[in-house]
């Protein structure tokens, strides 16, 4: 069961390049997590990002969208 505490999930299909290679490579769905984080306005750096989300993760990609 891929539930917390609710009834509903979301499902994300990514549109970028690397992410699709990486679940097409893994042939399996990628449990992830947004680096939005809900309730908290949106992450926009790199050291926003690891701020946040750093040591609890095993890696972090970000797009070239991603500033420094």
């Known amino acids: ?8 999930i979301g499902i994300r299909v ?3 390049d690397f ?5 097409g490579a ?4 990628l449990a992830v997590t947004s680096a ?5 306005s949106e992450l926009h750096t790199r050291k926003d990002i690891l701020d946040f989300l750093g040591g609890k993760v095993e890696m972090i990609f970000l797009s070239t ?4």
């Open 1 to 8: 069961r891929a539930r917390r505490g609710g009834r509903k």
């Open 14 to 16: 990514p549109r970028h």
């Open 19 to 23: 992410a699709l290679k990486l679940v």
């Open 26 to 29: 893994y042939k399996r769905p």
């Open 36 to 40: 939005n984080p809900s309730g908290r």
């Open 65 to 68: 969208s991603a500033h420094s």
